[in-house]
T-cell receptor, first 109, second 115 residues
Framework: SQQGEEDPQALSIQEGENATMNCSYK?????LQWYRQNSGRGLVHLIL?????REKHSGRLRVTLDTSKKSSSLLITASRAADTASYFC?????????FGAGTTVTVRA | NAGVTQTPKFQVLKTGQSMTLQCAQD?????MYWYRQDPGMGLRLIYY???????DKGEVPNGYNVSRLNKREFSLRLESAAPSQTSVYFC??????????????FGPGTRLTVL
């Protein structure tokens, strides 16, 4: 079974708004990663946060990690139509990634 | 750099047929992975190869075999395809920098339908 659960399953926002999605996991991790998948394509790595980090930024992305609650969040600020995609969290344990089921984000023009 | 390439892009099989999905990477990565993605779900790990010469089972290995042919290539074989193996298959690779669990680079996927 998958280790991660993402919330919400789907999100629809207006261009320019912020999008926030959450990920919860069950066991200890080395790090947590976020990936984006455009329809019909492979996954693209967005950001990695290590287990000893609490927050990380990359451009319009902000990721937080709370290991005591076993949860992470991804914030996309000032969303654009091109941000329409599915977003997956992935928990790293040794060499393996365990993916959540994803959040589908639709950005309306 | 082509990154991670997969062949074929699409395949239709009949139940009981066999086939091999091919994956190659040109980034000199040590680790390679095979995942499957079913509708509405995230990716599930089938097999992985942490380094050339080693392979290990992932979450859903039943019905599959793999071969790490060399550092560049990692193939996935279905010996006797079943309808439950209808899925999109992704290959990925990672260096990984500083140890296990680094960023993974994904191929474009193979859409497999088993009738």
């Amino acid at each position: 079974s998958q280790q991660g659960e993402e919330d919400p399953q789907a999100l629809s926002i207006q261009e320019g708004e912020n999008a926030t999605m959450n990920c919860s996991y069950k066991t200890s991790i080395n790090n947590l990663q976020w990936y984006r998948q455009n329809s019909g394509r492979g996954l693209v790595h967005l950001i990695l946060i290590r287990s000893n980090e609490r927050e990380k930024h990359s451009g319009r992305l902000r990721v937080t990690l709370d290991t005591s609650k076993k949860s992470s969040s991804l914030l996309i600020t000032a969303s654009r139509a091109a941000d329409t995609a599915s977003y997956f969290c992935a928990m790293t344990n040794d060499y393996k990634l365990s993916f959540g089921a994803g959040t589908t984000v639709t950005v309306r023009a | 750099n082509a990154g991670v390439t997969q062949t074929p892009k699409f395949q239709v099989l009949k139940t009981g047929q066999s086939m091999t999905l091919q994956c190659a990477q040109d980034m000199n990565h040590n680790s390679m992975y095979w995942y499957r993605q079913d509708p509405g779900m995230g990716l599930r790990l089938i097999y992985y190869s942490a380094s050339e010469g080693t392979t290990d089972k992932g979450e859903v290995p039943n019905g599959y075999n793999v071969s790490r042919l060399n550092k560049r290539e990692f193939s996935l074989r279905l010996e006797s395809a079943a309808p439950s193996q209808t899925s999109v298959y992704f290959c990925a690779s990672s260096l990984p920098r500083g140890g296990p669990g680094g960023e993974q680079f994904f191929g474009p996927g193979t859409r497999l339908t088993v009738l």
